[in-house]
């Protein structure tokens, strides 16, 4: 769906995991595409992902006071959305 030459933005994100019975502390990197990414990639214009993204319907986050779309969250929503027939 979305292009592989893109850039992508790779954000850390700090989870707890358990490892027999010890808590451990490890990063996982975050792939994330910007607005203007995503409209590219759907061929749209960047307004309508916005006001999607606003209105909920697809997710998004705010990283260094731009909004960002998680390359994994997009792709389940559009397997979601085919499994759907939608």
Do not use: C
Not at 35 to 55: D, Q, S
């Amino acid at each position: 769906m979305f292009p592989h030459n893109s850039i992508e933005v790779k954000l850390e994100q700090d989870y707890n995991m358990e490892q027999n019975g010890v808590g451990v502390r490890k990063k996982k990197f975050i792939e994330a595409y910007t607005v203007e990414e995503v409209a590219k990639a759907l061929k749209l214009h960047p307004y309508p992902i916005r006001r999607l993204y606003r209105e909920g319907k697809i997710p998004a986050f705010k990283f260094g006071g731009r909004w960002r779309f998680d390359k994994q969250e997009l792709d389940n929503l559009r397997k979601r959305k085919n499994e759907k027939g939608i």
